[in-house]
Nanobody, 125 residues
Framework: QVQLVESGGGLVQAGGSLRLPCAASGDTFSTYTMGWFRQAPGKEREFVAAINWSGGRTYYADSVKDRFTISRDNANNTVYLQLNSLKPEDTAVYYC??????????????????WGQGTQVTVSS
């Protein structure tokens, strides 16, 4: 099992940027496909982006494509989500999640067995 800790959230104006790191520990990080999800108040948790275990493949939700970038540093057991051109509708708690066993990218919450505690991103208009 891998333990995940997100950071980097905060308050930013529309059009601004943030970088969210998610640090992993406890298992072989390089065998985990990683995902980012978000949950806005009163809404269900939704898929944002994912990167496969090797870093060779990424996938994004249409709502964030061309604005957000997911990347990983397997040497330092960290996955990142770069958020650019932020909009008020991006306001949410952002969670990273891990899917072990060198499996393919998935957009389904139930495919990820390990979750962090989340970090709040608030975008003001």
């Amino acid at each position: 099992q891998v333990q995940l800790v997100e950071s980097g959230g905060g308050l930013v104006q529309a059009g601004g940027s943030l970088r969210l790191p998610c640090a992993a520990s406890g298992d072989t990080f390089s065998t985990y496909t990683m995902g980012w999800f978000r949950q806005a108040p009163g809404k269900e948790r939704e898929f944002v982006a994912a990167i496969n275990w090797s870093g060779g493949r990424t996938y994004y939700a249409d709502s964030v494509k061309d604005r957000f970038t997911i990347s990983r540093d397997n040497a330092n057991n960290t996955v990142y989500l770069q958020l650019n051109s932020l909009k008020p509708e991006d306001t949410a708690v952002y969670y990273c999640a891990a899917r072990g066993g060198r499996l393919a990218i998935s957009t389904s919450l139930s495919s990820y067995g390990n979750w962090g505690q989340g970090t709040q991103v608030t975008v003001s208009s």
